[in-house]
T-cell receptor, first 116, second 115 residues
Framework: GENVEQHPSTLSVQEGDSAVIKCTYS??????FPWYKQELGKRPQLIID?????GEKKDQRIAVTLNKTAKHFSLHITETQPEDSAVYFC???????????????FGAGTQVVVTP | GAVVSQHPSWVICKSGTSVKIECRSLDFQATTMFWYRQFPKQSLMLMAT?????????EQGVEKDKFLINHASLTLSTLTVTSAHPEDSSFYIC???????????FGQGTRLTVV
């Protein structure tokens, strides 16, 4: 099955600086890669996602890049703000040819702390 | 976005009792829903796939007789934790999506504490 690794586990940045979180996946059949932000005790919220036919996607201060050959994808947050502090999870979902279709395999999470 | 509602938000139960958690898609029909468990400071782990009108499929290591899943309609899936023990204390979250390869919408989660 799919295995997703995420690094770093914690990330401290100064307000205004950039934050980068990296994930690798094992199943080359995976083709959907969402990123979630989760605040303590709350549900995960989708912040951006990318599909395997796209190499990069950007939404204001957030961008995701995908390298299918190397099987890794990254989240980039620019101009970080204190409200960006949360736990971020990457995930991967298999395509319709696999038993993982529809199932999200999550990375271990990254605790991001943005200090003013 | 679509709304998935989970109930209750938190529950405390005694060891040996059973607890039912409901997951509803409020504004769309979900033939498939997913149940996850999250321990403190850990990631979400998929427990099972809930299929409307058929049996749930469980991930390896998840006891199907302990975590009973029923998907009675296109908008409701329930997870029953049977004979709960303190080690079952966790955050349980469901999700659903319009179709695969698209955004998954999560319920607000249920904090289960077994005492």
């Amino acid at each position: 099955g799919e295995n997703v690794e995420q690094h770093p586990s914690t990330l401290s940045v100064q307000e205004g600086d950039s934050a980068v979180i990296k994930c690798t996946y094992s199943d080359s059949a995976s083709n959907y890669f969402p990123w979630y932000k989760q605040e303590l005790g709350k549900r995960p919220q989708l912040i951006i996602d990318i599909r395997s036919n796209v190499g990069e996607k950007k939404d204001q201060r957030i961008a995701v890049t995908l390298n299918k050959t190397a099987k890794h994808f990254s989240l980039h947050i620019t101009e970080t703000q204190p409200e960006d502090s949360a736990v971020y999870f990457c995930a991967a979902e298999g395509n319709f040819t696999t038993d993982s279709w529809g199932k999200l395999q999550f990375g271990a999470g990254t605790q991001v702390v943005v200090t003013p | 976005g679509a709304v998935v509602s989970q109930h209750p938000s938190w529950v405390i139960c005694k060891s040996g009792t059973s607890v039912k958690i409901e997951c509803r898609s409020l504004d769309f029909q979900a033939t498939t829903m997913f149940w996850y468990r999250q321990f403190p400071k850990q990631s979400l782990m998929l427990m099972a796939t809930s299929n409307e009108g058929s049996k749930a499929t469980y991930e390896q290591g998840v006891e199907k007789d302990k975590f009973l899943i029923n998907h009675a309609s296109l908008t409701l899936s329930t997870l029953t934790v049977t004979s709960a023990h303190p080690e079952d204390s966790s955050f349980y979250i469901c999700s659903a999506s319009f179709k695969f390869d698209t955004e998954a919408f999560f319920g607000q989660g249920t904090r289960l504490t077994v005492v």
